[in-house]
């Protein structure tokens, strides 16, 4: 691999050379829909890289991966990929994978290093790892600079306490939630319960406790009451009891997790219905 | 008179424009200029073959230096700043003609010194009394070396002048100035650098605008909406500060750069590429455009922010600046071209030091489709039609649309098109400098500005700076590395718009 690249303008140089590196019949089109940026800690790397690759040919995108290294001395440390995809006969499409080290001090105001990498004019989609430190000035910043945030509320802590800060940000900025896209399935089967659902006081659902939280809170929303919450750990959903009835089980296998992000990254609008049901969760 | 018969063998042969024999002259030698740009500009020129054979450069400056010390320093310049690889033989037969004379320029004798060199040169080499005077020297020194130029005419040859930014620092200075130049020279012998328009991607706006059919019917206030102009620099100001507490980003960027692409931008069709026509077209955008109000003109200066992730000082904390100092670094401003095409059309235009990035583009925004059918499902994925021109970094043109997205239903979402040079071209971009030094040679004034353009942009920095005097603005007033006051963001959110976003 080539020198480690330490600064915005040396990332520059090199993505344009690799754009226009000959071999190919043609040059290669930069094909873009959105900016990707993932915050990254060192203990997310792996899975981080897995969910990238099977995302970039659905979603040809620049992506620019931040890992936070704080305990280093300060600077910065940046690689460049330039994928290439075959389109059609003769003709490729790229997609650049940028993956930034923030050293020391840098980790502490990302959004500095992240806007001069945005395409313009594009949206630009957060991928945060874990739980956000809201209020964080590390965090806030780079919630302001992209047009939608993306969190796994299964990779959280404390739940449902932790929902309190994404609440609170609802208005600033648009967030998914993985978890949320997890219980995708169920939705439609409990909304087939209606009109018996609407007398429903008890849940108890067994899968990851995002999943527990926000399906309860799903269903507090919408019905405008109190429904209690029981929840028995499993690493994903597997079942929901109504009130000590099993709910029928939904049709068709559970998505994977680039499926998953993918599918977030398709939106552009508020997800209302979710909003509420991170409120309800907390309550 | 013997008729003159055209060489038939040249026929089908690709016959370079090559300049005329000439001495090249550069007063202030020993600045960053000459070393970043100019020197490596020349290499670059001398690698190409495109300098003509009998050519030499003598440097002026203060620095006591000999001949020897002048090659070696320039060498290095050109082996760290020049696009092309370094090779000796290119390079020797470039320093074998250069000179260096130490002067003061204020001293008469040391301008006589250098009037003898040239003339020996002229003799040594047959550069048969051509000369080109660049002067890249602190406006200070602008009037003596000018008047000395003058007086030291020589009998022979053509000379024209080369004249780098600042040219005056308000109307009446400009004015001064252009007195005295005209004293001496006459315009056609003048050469007022805006390296901006050296650039290709500024050239490439007029190529596109004139030999595209398809832009020029909706290049009006008709199909667009508003244009916006960003000259972004994520530096500061260098080391610069004595200069930039005068000048400002208005004085610094606007009065030159900025109007110079928004003229490109809106100027008329010229009736062909002959230096007058062009810049005809362009002087009359810049007397179309009337004072902005104060209400349409928002200032900036930055204090403590990051970029790139590290921590960066205010503009009043920079050595050598004032801390009470008013300087702007940022101007954003809504002007309006008064005439048939434009009429009711915003040119948004902003600029700083210290935002978030480096970067140049013109931005035209088209009207939205007068009755999208998909608009509910299209939501906020679809934007207006808009051609981007990015003059850097990136170069190249895009073009944003809405486009289905596949799969079931009709979902709607702006994708861009992209042209971006350094893919469609494998040649690489010239540097401004080469283009713009090769055409004073060829005494091609169409990429330089006029007088009267120098005259009309002044006129309007000098009424917006009028209005400033009245009052103190509370600076700072952005975080460096953020894209400049929240009042620039309300110019455009009054008239229900926004900046294109980032």
């Keep these: ?283 | 008179m013997a008729t003159t018969q055209e060489n038939p063998l040249l026929e089908g042969l690709q016959v370079r424009r090559t300049p005329d024999p000439c001495i090249l002259v550069i007063f202030g030698a020993s600045g960053d200029l000459t070393k970043r740009k100019l020197f490596p500009a020349l290499y670059s020129l001398a690698f190409r073959r495109l300098l003509p054979e009998k050519f030499a450069v003598v440097g002026v400056a203060r620095t006591e230096e000999n001949d020897d010390e002048f090659r070696e320093r320039m060498k290095e310049a050109v082996q760290s700043s020049a696009r092309d690889e370094f090779r000796d033989d290119v390079w020797e037969a470039l320093a074998e003609g250069m000179r260096y004379i130490a002067a003061d320029f204020n001293d008469h004798d040391a301008l006589n010194r250098l009037a003898g060199t040239l003339t020996e040169i002229d003799e040594e080499l047959g550069t048969e009394g051509n000369r080109v005077y660049y002067l890249a020297i602190p406006p200070s020194a602008f009037e003596s070396v000018v008047r000395d130029l003058g007086e030291h005419s020589q009998a022979t040859g053509w000379r024209r002048l080369i004249v780098e930014k600042p040219f005056g620092h308000d109307l009446t200075s400009a004015r001064h100035l252009n007195e005295i130049v005209e004293e001496h020279f006459d315009e056609s012998e003048v050469f007022r650098i805006d390296h901006y328009l050296g650039k290709e991607t500024v050239q490439n706006m007029l190529a596109l605008r004139f030999a595209n059919g398809i832009f020029e019917p909706i290049w009006n206030r008709q199909f667009v909406d508003h244009v916006q102009i960003t000259v972004a620099e994520s530096i500061g100001i260098e080391a610069r500060a004595q200069y930039y507490e005068q000048a400002g980003a208005i004085r610094d960027i606007f009065q030159n750069h900025l109007l110079q692409l928004l003229a490109i931008t809106a100027m008329e069709p010229p009736i062909d590429f002959t230096a007058d026509s062009v810049r005809n077209e362009k002087v009359k955008v810049l007397r179309a455009m009337h004072t902005p109000g104060p209400k349409s003109v928002v200032r900036g200066q930055y204090g403590r922010g990051y970029i790139e992730g590290e921590e960066v000082a205010g503009y009043r904390e920079e050595d050598g600046v004032d801390p009470q100092s008013t300087t702007d670094t940022y101007v954003a401003a809504k002007l309006y071209v008064d005439n048939w095409r434009w009429a009711d059309t915003p040119f948004y235009v902003r600029m700083g030091k210290r935002l978030p990035r480096r970067e140049t583009t013109i931005a035209i925004e088209f009207k939205r489709a007068p009755h999208p059918p998909f608009e509910e499902l299209a939501a906020e994925g679809l934007q207006p039609n808009v051609l981007l021109v990015h003059v850097q970094p990136d170069e190249g043109v895009s073009l944003a649309i809405g486009a289905k997205v596949p799969g079931q239903g009709i979902n709607i979402r702006t994708v861009h098109m992209d042209f971006l040079y350094g893919g469609a071209f494998r040649t690489g971009l010239p540097e401004a400098y080469e283009r713009l030094i090769l055409d004073a040679m060829l005494g091609d004034a169409t990429l330089f500005t006029r007088i009267d353009e120098v005259e009309e942009q002044w006129k309007l920095v000098d009424a917006i700076v009028a209005a400033w005097s009245r009052d103190r603005p509370a600076f700072p007033n952005y975080p460096a590395g953020t894209w400049g006051p929240p009042s620039a963001n309300e110019l455009l959110a009054r008239d229900g718009r926004s900046w294109r976003r980032h």
């Design chain 1, 1 to 283: 691999m080539a020198a480690a690249l330490t600064s915005v303008r040396e990332i520059e140089r090199q993505m344009s050379e690799l754009r226009a590196e000959p071999g190919a019949g043609a040059p290669y089109q930069r094909t873009s829909v959105m900016t990707h940026t993932a915050w990254v800690p060192e203990e997310w790397v792996e899975a981080a890289e897995d969910v990238l690759s099977g995302l970039a040919e659905r979603h040809p995108s620049r992506t620019i991966v931040l890992i936070p290294q704080p305990n280093q001395e300060d600077g910065l440390d940046a690689d460049v990929d330039v994928d290439v995809y075959p389109a059609s006969e003769g003709r490729a499409i790229c997609t650049e994978t940028i993956r930034v080290r923030l050293k020391g001090r840098r980790a502490g105001a990302p959004a500095s290093v992240v806007e001069p990498l945005l395409l313009p004019d594009l949206p630009a989609f957060l991928r945060w790892r874990g739980l956000p430190p809201f209020g964080e000035t590390s965090f806030e910043g780079l919630v302001d600079v992209v047009d939608r945030l993306i969190v796994d509320s299964t990779e959280w802590p404390a739940l449902p306490r932790s929902y309190r800060g994404l609440a609170e940000i609802f208005d600033r900025v648009i967030v998914s939630d993985i978890a949320w896209a997890r219980t995708s399935r169920w939705r439609p089967q409990l909304a087939s319960l209606w009109p018996r659902i609407a007398q429903v006081e008890r849940i108890r659902v067994k899968g990851t406790a995002a999943q527990a939280h926000l399906l309860a809170g799903w269903l507090r929303s919408r019905l405008g009451r109190d429904v209690e919450l029981e929840h028995d750990e499993s690493d994903r959903l597997v079942g929901v009891e109504l009130d000590g009835k099993a709910a029928p089980f939904p049709p068709g296998d559970a998505p994977g997790a680039a499926d998953l992000l993918s599918e977030e990254l398709d939106r552009f609008t508020r997800d209302r219905v979710y909003e509420d049901a991170v409120r309800a969760a907390v309550r």
